[in-house]
T-cell receptor, first 115, second 113 residues
Framework: ELKVEQNPLFLSMQEGKNYTIYCNYS?????LYWYRQDPGKSLESLFV?????AVKQEGRLMASLDTKARLSTLHITAAVHDLSATYFC???????????????FGTGTRLKVLA | AAGVIQSPRHLIKEKRETATLKCYPI?????VYWYQQGPGQDPQFLIS???????DKGSIPDRFSAQQFSDYHSELNMSSLELGDSALYFC????????????FGEGSRLTVL
């Protein structure tokens, strides 16, 4: 069974600091997605990583994918309070017999940035 | 740009009642996914549809059923509701066959009393 694990599960950090969230998965997948979720809200797409070595950056967030290590990272640079949210990675293993894909979400990392 | 539309946004039901959630995907998206998210938990996959056919099934209780209609909208029917069914229910859509980006609706919050 595919497992997608994130660490840490909870992260409290000071504004201005850097930190990395890790997403490990247990099966072959050549694409990975990062989402942000504010409390009680929908999931907002942050990054789409489609190949080994892919790196995407948006503002203070940078995501990378290493398909050989089955690892993705979400790096936060100089955190600000507005980044406080829960971050999920989602992995897409191979297609089902019906030709569609199952998106498996990680456990989530709840980030709190302290002013 | 049009997004995924879910209704109702909030729903309160008593135990053993039934509930129906609706999802209207982004135009030209033919694949719909339903997820259930309990408080403080990650989204759990329930069921998916591609071109109006069920394509995959996750941890969906037998009390729940769903379908996708000819206009690609989908409905999740929940019967004999239990307290544990209280959750946020998300619908997401994408173009099938490509493992592309999932676009999520705002969710329907179900509270079972």
């Amino acid at each position: 069974e595919l497992k997608v694990e994130q660490n840490p599960l909870f992260l409290s950090m000071q504004e201005g600091k850097n930190y990395t969230i890790y997403c490990n998965y247990s099966t072959t997948s050549d694409r990975l997605y990062w989402y942000r979720q504010d409390p009680g809200k929908s999931l907002e797409s942050l990054f789409v990583l489609l190949s080994n070595g892919a790196v995407k950056q948006e503002g203070r967030l940078m995501a990378s994918l290493d398909t050989k290590a089955r690892l993705s990272t979400l790096h936060i640079t100089a955190a600000v309070h507005d980044l406080s949210a829960t971050y999920f990675c989602a992995v897409v293993p191979t297609a089902t017999t019906s030709g569609t894909y199952k998106y498996i979400f990680g456990t989530g990392t709840r980030l709190k940035v302290l002013a | 740009a049009a997004g995924v539309i879910q209704s109702p946004r909030h729903l309160i039901k008593e135990k053993r009642e039934t509930a129906t959630l609706k999802c209207y995907p982004i135009p030209r998206h033919d694949t719909v996914y339903w997820y259930q998210q309990g408080p403080g938990q990650d989204p759990q996959f329930l069921i998916s549809f591609y071109e109006k056919m069920q394509s995959d099934k996750g941890s969906i209780p037998d009390r729940f059923s769903a379908q996708q209609f000819s206009d690609y909208h989908s409905e999740l029917n929940m019967s004999s509701l239990e307290l544990g069914d209280s959750a946020l229910y998300f619908c997401a859509s994408t173009v099938g066959g490509s493992a592309g980006e999932l676009f999520f609706g705002e969710g329907s919050r179900l509270t079972v009393l």
